[in-house]
């Protein structure tokens, strides 16, 4: 392995130890009633956000969706400012006013966060035919869930993007699987004629590759395929990420089912018990996977892991500190932002 690679696999690491104890600290938050209303947890696709993220150029657009945190991080947002937005304060990304549902910076090429299943896909549709337009090689990618391809927005958007070959990555991370939500009897997102996604894709001529989306080094590489077939102007290119995600959303299944992470089930420090989540410990977890990855090419690498962990948690800890000392915004600023700002 070169060294670009094994450099590569640590900063993949940093970022998705950060992502996870991000949402770690928002299930904490919520479950002491710190912030009110709902949260969509990224935990289990941390592999996904991350190595498609590390695809894109500057220049890229993205949309995404309820289920978020993951993409704005990996694109690089401050985390402060994104918890701060989730707790409603005045110095979050949105200024308090968009919270978990809309995080959102365009200045890192976020045309729109939604929360209405399947909208991602026509936003990214309408983006990559702006890219078309400024022909500058920049690209579209999409990042939404299998179920928005039950709506019908997807199926036009996926025709048009294929009929005008459009430069869109569409990113459907498809994390039903043994998602805890199914097996509590909530959305049943896997409700598709379809058995396999990539034919829904595929019958419109649009490349589809499958990936395990637990596989940042996969991930990585099949995005960075898409985007080079994107550039070269063959068109939009179709990927489903297989994810596994156990923790929960609120308020409907708020458990952080698998619990704080120990990185020590990656590390041997800790033994990984018989008990419900142990397959998922020891398969699907792509933050204790990668560690592991690291581990087996470099044995000497456990300290360095368990301090990296150390201080990202130390690191989410003063944020979490500093974002309940943050001011709410003021009443009397509450219809700001309504209409943009310094229009007549
Ligand atoms: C148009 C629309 N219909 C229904 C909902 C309610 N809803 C919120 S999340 C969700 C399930 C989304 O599943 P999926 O797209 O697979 O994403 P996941 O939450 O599994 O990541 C539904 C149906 C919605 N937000 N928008």
């Not at 919520?30 to 935990?43: D, M, Q, S, T, V």
């Not at 701060?84 to 200024?95: D, F, K, L, P």
């Amino acid at each position: 392995m070169n060294d670009e690679i094994r450099q590569r696999r640590w900063t993949f690491l940093k970022q998705m130890m950060l992502i996870r104890r991000f949402e770690e600290a928002v299930a904490t938050a919520g479950a002491e009633k710190a912030f009110p209303g709902h949260y969509h947890l990224y935990i289990g696709q941390e592999a996904t956000g991350v190595g498609a993220m590390a695809a894109l150029g500057p220049s890229d657009k993205i949309a995404t969706t309820h289920r978020n945190h993951g993409h704005v991080l990996a694109r690089g947002a401050d985390p402060e400012a994104c918890l701060a937005e989730i707790m409603g304060r005045a110095n979050g990304i949105n200024r308090g006013r968009g919270g978990t549902i809309h995080l959102c910076d365009p200045e890192l090429g976020f045309l729109q966060t939604s929360g209405v299943v399947g909208s991602v896909v026509g936003l990214a549709a309408g983006g990559g035919y702006a890219c078309k337009l400024k022909g500058d090689g920049s690209l579209t990618a999409a990042f939404f869930g299998d179920g928005a391809l039950e709506e019908g927005i997807a199926f036009e958007c996926l025709n048009i993007a294929a009929l005008w070959g459009l430069p869109v990555i569409f990113i459907c991370e498809n994390n039903s699987a043994d998602a805890l939500g199914m097996a509590k009897g909530g959305y049943p997102t896997l409700v598709h004629a379809a058995n396999d996604l990539r034919s829904i894709p595929g019958s419109l001529g649009i490349e589809a590759i499958r990936v395990d989306g637990t596989e940042v080094e996969e991930v990585h590489r099949v995005v960075a395929h898409a985007a080079a077939h994107c550039r070269a102007g063959k068109g939009p290119l179709f990927i489903e990420t297989v994810t596994r995600r156990w923790a929960g959303s609120a308020p409907l299944w708020p458990e952080l089912a698998t619990g704080i992470t120990d990185i020590g089930m990656a590390t041997g420090r800790t033994k990984i018990d018989d008990g419900p989540h142990s397959y998922w410990y020891r398969h699907n977890d792509p933050v204790l996977k990668l560690a592991r990855q690291i581990l087996q090419d470099d044995h000497s690498a456990r300290m360095q892991i368990e301090l990296l962990d150390e201080q990202t948690q130390a690191h989410m800890r003063a944020v979490v500190e500093r974002v309940h000392q943050s001011p709410y915004p003021e009443l009397a600023t509450a219809t700001d932002f309504v209409f943009a700002q310094g229009a007549a």
